[in-house]
């Protein structure tokens, strides 16, 4: 048994997957939350077997000009609760902190946004992505396009494991295709309204199909910064009454809107291996991405989904029509997608990585 000290950002849907799974293991599992952020991404509750440490941080969102109280207060865990290991990602936040610590080891998660979006914020977040990288004992992230921009920061290509955090494929069922609605074709897409994410490219997109086809629709979750602007585009394009805006979805709720699309999208301009990706392909749904490195690690073209180019929303348009032509091909094509998440996806098979590199790194 070996005392991990479970280092995150805040508390999300993610976090509480590795919580249950390092719990529900023989470790001691110690959780330490960085911030406190404006939504609560995860309504349950932290595992029973896990304690949850409190300390100078965990009340507010994060701020740089707290970096020295947070260090000075990390160390004091340390030395209190003396862990085997700590396992501490985002990179440029919480590992950055663990490393400041000077305990080791250290496992280092990226998030993928934070080698995929921060690392470009400037020269004082690349020196600390550096510096963070250097200083940890072993990598791990979701994806190889993140694993390949930790080396390029330098992390020892040998102390890196990858692999895809993945879904819980008993609560994530394949959709039942015997009851296709000739007179609907619904569109599904759940990634946040920030410009990373490209829902307003999408917005775009569905502006040019749907006021040709009547039957398109799209249900369109989630919410954030450019809301204003994608119902904007919706308006101005007409198509604002064939939307259904159905906001923040629960984990324990996202299967049923899966199994109501004939289509997922994914327009997000950057990523690593998306979680939603992973639960719309284990529950059977076709899906049409971005063509970014990450999304080309799950999907192939006319297999499992189909990629479209990053940004453009004429492409997409044209692909979302192309799927409507061949509705009759996505029960197989949803197939396959199933067929990929069993393979890639399974977080209960998943989870057993990290726990053997936990025991690499206690040795």
């Known amino acids: 048994m070996a005392r991990i000290l479970y280092f995150s950002l ?41 304690e949850i440490v409190l300390w100078a941080g965990g009340q507010k969102p994060f701020a740089w000009r707290d970096l020295p109280q947070y260090v000075f207060d990390f160390r004091r865990l340390v030395q209190k609760i003396k862990p085997d290991l700590i396992h501490a990602g985002p990179i440029q936040t919480c590992a950055f902190i663990a490393v ?17 979006r921060d690392v470009e914020r400037g020269k004082w977040w690349q020196w600390v992505t550096r510096y963070t990288l250097k ?20 992390m020892n290509p040998t102390n890196t494991v990858v692999f895809p955090w993945g879904v819980d494929l008993h609560h994530f069922t394949p959709k039942d295709w015997s009851n296709i609605n000739p007179e609907r074709f619904t569109l599904f897409c759940n990634r946040a ?55 923040h979805i629960h984990n324990h709720d996202l299967p049923r809107f899966y199994h109501m699309a004939d289509l997922y999208i994914s327009p997000s301009h950057v990523d690593g291996s998306s979680v939603s990706l992973m639960e719309a392909m ?14 080309r690690e799950w ?9 479209f180019r990053d940004g453009n929303a004429t492409e997409l348009a044209a692909k979302i029509q192309n799927a409507l032509q061949n509705r009759m091909l996505l029960p197989q094509i949803g197939q396959h997608a199933r067929d990929t998440a069993q393979e890639k996806a399974d977080w209960a098979k998943n989870a057993k990585i990290l726990l053997e590199t936990y025991h690499k790194l206690k040795k």
């Open 135 to 154: 200083h940890s004992t072993f990598f791990t992230s979701d994806a190889e396009v993140t694993r390949q921009k930790a080396i390029a920061y330098g």
């Open 10 to 50: 805040d508390y999300t849907p993610h976090d509480h997957r590795f919580l249950s799974a390092i719990s529900e293991s023989e470790h001691q599992v110690y959780y330490v939350r960085l911030q406190r952020g404006p939504r609560q991404g995860e309504s349950r509750p932290v595992p029973p077997k896990v």
């Open 299 to 307: 999907v192939r073209e006319g297999h499992n989904g189909w990629l």
């Open 193 to 247: 309204w920030e410009p990373i994410y490209g829902v307003d490219v999408l917005a775009r997109a569905f502006v040019h199909i749907a006021s040709q086809d009547a039957t398109m629709h799209l249900l369109l979750a989630n919410s954030g910064s450019q809301g204003n602007r994608i119902r904007e585009i919706l308006l101005q394009g007409g198509v604002l009454e064939r939307v259904t805006f159905l906001g």
């Open 282 to 295: 284990a529950c059977g749904l076709p899906c049409l991405v971005s063509d970014i490195p990450a999304n």
């Open 100 to 116: 400041l610590s000077g305990f080791r080891p250290i496992l280092t998660m990226s998030w993928g946004f934070d080698l995929m």
